[in-house]
């Protein structure tokens, strides 16, 4: 099971450029090089870091489905899944924040508190 997430996470990391950047810059925050080898310690966290992003993504995306069909009206058509959008998630990572609970409106943006 590990390293079918394993896979699935560098797969994500080689076909999409917003999973590539948010790892590249994981990479470069929280792995050392050892000098012996030349090589960086602490991918496998950065991994499993991203691994639950994705699960994250997954969850809410389905879990939306689930109350979508939960509210549906007996014998009516079901509208299609929403399926991810790396438009939305790159919005969303930048501060526009848009809530997934039906019925909750937000505001657009994130106030961060003045210190």
Known sequence: MRQTVYLIVWRAIQWDADWKEIYARLVAHKCRVDERTRRLIGREKV???????????????????????????????????????????????????????????????IQLPTN
């Open 47 to 109: 991994i499993g870091r991203l691994a639950g992003q994705m699960t994250s993504v997954i969850y809410v995306l389905l879990k939306k489905d689930q109350e979508l069909l939960a509210h549906l009206a007996p014998g009516a058509r079901p509208p299609e899944p929403q399926l991810y959008d790396s438009n939305l998630h790159r919005k969303h990572r930048t501060g526009y924040y848009q809530s997934f609970r039906p019925g909750e409106k937000s505001s657009g943006e």
